[in-house]
């Protein structure tokens, strides 16, 4: 019954993403677009697909049984791309992966390689070893290890020499203008609604992660309701390391409150008071450095991109800035959070692993 309620739950979120992806398109088209209908499959060599006979998108059902929802998002774009190209651009005597396909995927911001991203088994694809960024990111990975040091003072400077090594990365990009490519993926799981410390923590990435960072519909699988997710975009290399540390400063803020609570008298908003006041206390240390006098600066070297700004124009043709309203904290809570995370040191480095845990790289 479990299974049977969450197929149900997968194919209901596949159609409210599959209206909302439709308003990115023209009025004409849109109205071209009729929905499908929406089927999970057992399926040994194929993530999804569009039948154009059966007005039908279908998705593996292993796959999104197992995948997170940023992942079946993606497959369930790649297929629309499918549609728009057979039922509007009349894709006849063209190849399924043709000109006008790769026009369909240009409208709906779609991947068109989808499918060889997570390969025939849903799995991610293996970067090329030999990549120079891939290189720059294991260096990273192994600075961030060092920062597990029990010495204070080499862990501070192992996480400076990490945020150095970025700053620079980003820089010879900008200076050589060299080739860049740019991706989106989710932080989090999309949810109805979010604690107020995750607009603090999506602050931090853009100031100091070289991404951006936006609010996004999508679908909240628990509730089964659109909801909305917070979405990173930037160079896979940018973008992996701030999901790293978006869930890093996730886990650490859980841990930290399971010791500041101990006798459990605190509610979920002085949580929020904590959260907020470790990100506001580590924002601090990156801008102002470590207290010992050996390590002043963390502050990466931050400078705005054109081409991330293309592509994010380019994936958000309409985006609405909305202030967050302010809320009464307990000052102590808050003061005490800014003390511990002045103290925040970001450890090891992540990728996605067998486990299911994420690493920087694969080890």
Request: charged share 30%; glycine share 6%; net charge positive.
């Amino acid at each position: 019954m479990l299974r049977m309620e969450l197929e149900r739950k997968i194919l209901h979120g596949l159609a409210l993403e599959w209206e909302n992806a439709t308003y990115l398109l023209d009025p004409k088209d849109r109205a071209a677009m009729k929905m499908p209908a929406f089927s999970l499959k057992d399926m040994s060599r194929r993530l999804g697909y569009w039948s154009g006979g059966k007005k039908e998108i279908c998705i593996n059902r292993d796959f999104a049984f197992s995948s997170n929802w940023n992942s079946i998002k993606n497959i369930l774009l790649h297929e629309m791309a499918h549609q728009l190209a057979e039922e509007v651009f009349s894709t006849v005597n063209e190849t399924s992966h043709g000109p006008l396909f790769k026009k369909a995927c240009r409208f709906l911001r779609a991947d068109e390689r989808a499918s060889e991203r997570y390969g025939a088994d849903g799995r991610g694809f293996s970067p090329d070893e030999d990549d120079t960024d891939i290189r720059i990111l294991r260096r990273i990975k192994k600075l961030f290890s060092l920062a597990q040091s029990s010495n204070r003072n080499e862990a501070e400077s192992a996480m400076k020499k990490a945020h150095e090594l970025v700053s620079k990365y980003n820089m010879d990009i900008l200076l050589n203008d060299a080739d860049r490519n740019f991706t989106s993926i989710f932080a989090g799981s999309p949810a109805l609604r979010h604690p107020r410390e995750e607009y603090h923590l999506a602050t931090l990435l853009r100031e100091f992660y070289f991404v951006r960072t936006i609010w996004i519909p999508a679908y909240a699988i628990e509730k089964d309701k659109l909801g909305r997710v917070l979405e990173l975009s930037g160079t896979e290399e940018n973008v992996a390391i701030a999901s790293y540390v978006y869930d890093f400063i996730k886990r650490y803020i859980d841990n930290r409150w399971l010791e500041y609570n101990k006798k459990g008298l605190l509610n979920r908003r002085r949580k929020t008071d904590f959260a907020s006041g470790i990100i506001s206390g580590f924002g601090a240390k990156l801008k102002t450095g470590a207290s010992t006098k050996e390590h002043k600066d963390y502050t990466p070297v931050k400078t705005g991109d054109p081409k991330l700004e293309e592509y994010i124009k380019y994936r958000y043709p309409r985006t609405v800035s909305v202030s967050a309203r302010s809320s009464r904290c307990h000052a102590g809570v808050l003061r005490d959070g800014i003390t511990i995370g002045k103290d925040l040191i970001i450890t090891k480095g992540i990728s996605k692993s067998a486990t299911g845990k994420k690493l920087l790289i694969g080890q």
